[in-house]
């Protein structure tokens, strides 16, 4: 079977390569894979006769965004609590009883239109490859999971948390899918268990995933327990000399940067890190000025990749720090890349590389002007200054829209949201002591009945509770106003002289 030809035209290309080319130039993809760029790809798209071109004047095309750390649960959970650190324990009682559900009752459909609306609402923000966490204590999870990626066709990675989900490994057949697997956290961490984790890295040939405590406190009670950081552990027992993906490391201990410095592998921040302060300064801050690679990551909520980087870039600005915008732009995708040790494939528009693409919409008065010329720096600053998730109106992966013109082309939005609204409203449910803190009841008043005739008039009272009666009137009779002279009229309490 032929591979499907497409050369896409007149759109201004970001590459994020090492070079950091970019322009207008034209692209050329064969099958899942890009072929050649610019007058290479012009010239060879004259040696075939079957193939599709692709107009996309008034877009940028730059490389699809990567969620290098996302919990697909935040989807609905995220209405009840917009933030949260990742193995944060949730002290919210409503929360408790809501996320107990999905990660020990839930059923296994339940949990596939979950990921569902969670994977396919990524798309939409330009998510081309995303990692998911997972529940720990669901084996079902990762088989929902694993199905709803490839109903949504995006590239992902998968954690592994139990003996029980490594079995799932073997039933995925999907080679877009990949996982990983995950530290035990530090409540439940043990030499025994940290072994067992090498081990089955070993075996199934996959990264582990290894995360610092979510506050000061639990650091500290794990160094008290071993000695050491979670970062200092895993250097000791060779963690890092295996394929390591780092989650927010290095955030309490001096010793832990200088690791960090010595590896130089990316580390992956969430956004609540990354704007938490140590020594005075965000910790993001902290770790570029000490010339730590970053990449960041949603972990809760919507994966807004375009937004994330303007509030980082502000960031950076206020606390005067040079950033560029193409290490900004870079962060969500080739740098993220290396973090997931995926950048042979992914990260960078070069050939070679999977066609994974996202196109920005840079027409109308208050773009167009400035995208429309070949300055490189000025326009990535202004895609992050002026453009959003919703100006993304293509993405495609591995030569394949996913998203044309806004929509989705693998899913209905309408049965996507009708499969989950019963799972909604079980969970929902679960949350009378959270409505009752966020709603108060309203007091109910009871209407008067509107009198017949006098004889059948209420007092005022009934019904309405009386803030404050009026004084009774004071008897003492009024001056009078004076008499107005005859050539003034007193009309709506204006005197008006009339010659």
Known sequence: MQEQLTLIENAYVFTGDKERKSGFFPILIKGDTIQALGERAQALSRQYSQLERIDQRGKVIVPGFIEPFFKGESIILRCIRSTIFPDQNFTNEAIQDAYRYLSSQATLDELTALYKLAYFSALKMGITTLVEYGLDSLDGSVQAACEAMRQAEIRGMIGLH??????????????????????????????????????YAHQY????????????????AVKKKFGKSILQICKE????????????????ESSDLHILREIQRPVIITL?????????????????????????ATGWGVPRQLEKIRDITKLCLWHEVPVSPYDMVGAVTIQAAHALFLEREIGSIEEGKKADLL???????????????????????????????ANITDVMIGGEFVIRDGNLLMASEELLVRDIEKLVEKIYSKLPRLMSNVIPKAEIFKLPTIPQDESDAIPFEEGFRVIKKKQPHDNTPRTNHPELPKNVQRIYGDDDIQE
């Open 205 to 220: 040939n996959i990264p582990i995933l290894v995360k610092d405590s979510s506050t000061k406190q639990i650091h500290e």
């Open 162 to 199: 139990s003996a029980e989900q490594y079995e799932v490994v073997q039933r995925c057949s999907a080679k877009s899918i990949r996982f990983f697997s995950v530290l035990p956290p530090e409540h439940d961490l043990t030499l025994y268990n940290l072994q067992s984790t090498l081990r």
């Open 272 to 296: 609540e890190f990354a704007t938490q302060r140590t020594k005075g300064i965000p910790r993001a801050i902290d770790f570029l000025n000490q010339t730590i690679p970053l990449t960041f």
């Open 359 to 389: 196109f920005i919409d840079c027409t109308g008065i208050l773009k167009e002007p400035f995208c429309s010329y070949d300055y490189p720096e000025l326009l990535m600053k202004f895609l992050i200054s002026e453009t959003e998730s």
């Open 237 to 252: 027992f060779k963690v890092l000399e295996i394929p390591t993906i780092l989650l927010n490391v290095g955030l309490y």
